[in-house]
């Protein structure tokens, strides 16, 4: 909790590359290379959390990013995965770019445009 991860590179990891717990940050990361086979997500936010700017290439079984109640989600560039999920309508999302097939939105407000496969996202 209350901790900031900024400008990491994390690659062949087998599930969740970074889990922060309540407002926490996590700023400018680099993911790639997911091998699990089960669903996860490889960005993990607890409560009150702020995921910006950072770069998931996870695999299209993975959410790219997770987060509870009161996230922000801004700036991330998400390919090849399932998405974002968000636990309720109290986290926020905006200037995001999601591509690849099923990638979609579940839970959150969407608080700015954000791009899905080319196209703004519903």
Known sequence: SQVTIKNGFITG???AAVIVGGQGALIGMNAS?????APSAVIQAGSGSIVSDNTVLGSPTSIGISCSSSCLARGNILQNTA????SDATSGYAENVLNGSGTQVSGGTQIGQNLCNGSLCP
Request: no cysteine; aromatic share 8%.
């Open 83 to 86: 998405g974002m999920q968000f």
């Open 33 to 37: 290379g997911d091998s699990s086979s």
């Open 13 to 15: 990891m087998g599930g």
